[in-house]
């Protein structure tokens, strides 16, 4: 083989090992971006610039939610936000009383636990609708904030949820919790937390180990910014909106 078909050969396969790492990169830029990136139109808020929001979601269970609301009382938390279903909310309006008195703020999760994503908007707006009909029952007022109840949401969703006046907030921080990982795993993983953040746990039965979990977080994040709620988050300035998978 001659030099000159040798060196063609190997511009080739330069060329075609370059255009195939582009094309790689490409792909999974791509993935790792928003699914919906254009500026205009609603979004779901998953991070603010001023202070730290814990969020709890809760959506079942009769024994977890009131020993984390006890212990926020206890360690002097003011300012938390809870997302209820509205089932649950049914089914405990005492706590769902005790929540809103201690002054921490409620947000809607649905009214069952449906997949937003999977759903037409009709069902969302039935299962909103629905949620919001007992808050109102209990005199839970002013509700601003709808997160969707599984965690997966759309373009639709995001659109749905304007349209009924609400805001849809997500996270940017997830403590996994309700996977059971053991106390210093959750610890771990809300550790970097940061002046911005919302920091997703559950008070549902089916977290186990968040209760214990909790003292070690509060007191590592107590340096790292103001405890807020997702609305004051919201408000204090520029938020970060886009869909996060």
């Given amino acids: 083989m001659s ?3 040798k060196k063609i050969k190997f511009v080739s396969l330069i060329v075609f090992l370059s255009l195939f790492t582009a094309i790689l990169l490409f792909t999974q830029s791509r993935l790792e971006l928003p699914v919906f ?21 809760i959506g079942w269970g009769d024994t977890k939610a009131e020993p984390i609301i006890q212990l926020l009382e206890k360690n002097n ?7 209820l279903s509205g089932a649950w909310a049914e089914r405990h309006p005492d706590l769902t009383k005790k929540i ?3 002054g921490f703020e409620i947000g ?27 808050f109102t029952k209990l005199g839970v007022k002013e509700i601003s904030l709808v997160r969707a109840p599984t965690g997966h949401f759309n373009k639709a969703t995001i659109d749905t949820v304007d349209q009924l006046g609400f805001t849809l907030v997500h996270w940017s921080i997830n403590s996994h919790d309700w996977t059971n990982p053991g106390v210093e795993n959750i610890v771990h993983n809300v550790q970097h937390a ?10 549902s039965d089916s977290a186990k180990q ?22 004051d988050l919201i408000n204090a300035g520029k938020v970060k909106t886009k869909l996060v998978p």
């Fill in 77 to 83: 938390v003011k300012e938390a936000t809870f997302f």
């Fill in 100 to 102: 809103q008195e201690l």
């Fill in 210 to 231: 968040t209760k214990d979990a909790l003292p070690v977080i509060l007191k590592g994040l107590e340096n790292k910014g103001e405890f807020v709620s997702v609305s």
């Fill in 37 to 57: 990136s254009t500026d205009d139109g609603p979004r779901a808020v998953y991070k603010g610039n001023n202070g730290i929001a814990l969020t709890f979601n």
């Fill in 194 to 203: 940061a002046n911005g953040d919302i920091l997703l746990f559950h008070a």
């Fill in 3 to 5: 030099s000159i078909s």
């Fill in 108 to 134: 809607i999760l649905g009214y069952d636990y449906v997949n937003y994503s999977e759903v037409e908007t009709g069902e969302i707006r039935k299962d909103i609708g629905k949620a919001q009909e007992v």
